[in-house]
């Protein structure tokens, strides 16, 4: 059974780097089917997409936090990573990690698999 | 980027009720769009992909339509189990977008 789950501080500083990892059992971020998106969801609003990275291909980001983020894998912990650098209080939010696999799906590749969410609250 | 519109943002009804929520994208997507049922405190998760085909295990009360620009999600028969927020989402290409959600709330 595919489970992710994220980790990371739930308290970050303003100006600091927000850092969080998903893990991820009964899948390998390696296998070439899928890919890995991180998003997220502030106090009370909608859903966020962050970015997408794939094992051998680019890394997406979402425009408007491009400048300061960055994706990675640990391919040795089976692990996938977010940095958000220069957080402010709008980076307040719970923090998702998902899966996309699109061959059960046709060729469509929705979020098959979330984590439970990460709080993430950006305070002095 | 692509920007989905979606509607109404709040919804009341009872038990029973025919509920549809609209999807509007700012391009032509084809069919590469689904449906996300959040509940309170949870992940969300997928209830329809390439806009009209229901992942296994979703009840067949909830059916998607549309293609294009315009989309729709339908419950034929409200259940309790059934309210929460409903977000949709393209697949097209990057950056990926969802709607602003739909809260359904019993009347």
């Known amino acids: 059974q595919v489970q992710l789950q994220e980790s990371g501080p739930g308290l970050v500083r303003p100006s600091g780097t927000l850092s969080l990892t998903c893990t991820v059992s009964g899948a390998s971020i390696t296998n070439n089917l899928y890919y890995w998106s991180w998003l997220r969801q502030a106090p009370g609003k909608g859903l966020e997409w962050i970015g997408t990275?794939?094992?051998?291909?680019?890394?997406y980001y979402n425009p408007p936090l491009k400048s300061r983020l960055t994706l990675s894998m640990d391919t040795s912990k089976n692990q996938f990573s977010l940095k958000l650098t220069s957080v402010t209080a709008a980076d307040t939010a719970v923090y998702y990690c998902g899966r996309h696999n699109p061959e059960p799906y046709s060729g469509y590749d929705p979020l098959d698999y979330w984590g439970q969410g990460a709080p993430v609250t950006v305070s002095s | 980027d692509i920007q989905l519109t979606q509607s109404p943002s709040f919804l009341s009804a009872s038990i029973g009720d025919r509920v549809t929520i609209t999807c509007r994208a700012s391009q032509d997507i084809t069919t590469y769009f689904a449906w996300y049922q959040q509940k309170p405190g949870k992940a969300p998760k997928v209830l329809i992909y390439g806009a009209s085909t229901l992942l296994s295990g979703v009840p067949s009360r909830f059916s998607g339509s549309g293609s294009g620009t315009e989309f729709t999600l339908t419950i034929s028969s409200l259940q309790p189990d059934d309210f929460a927020t409903y977000y949709c989402?393209?697949?097209?290409?990057?950056?990926?977008?969802f709607g602003q959600g739909t809260k359904v709330e019993i009347k």
């Open positions: 990275i794939y094992y051998s291909g680019p890394t």
């Open positions: 989402q393209h697949l097209n290409n990057y950056p990926r977008t």
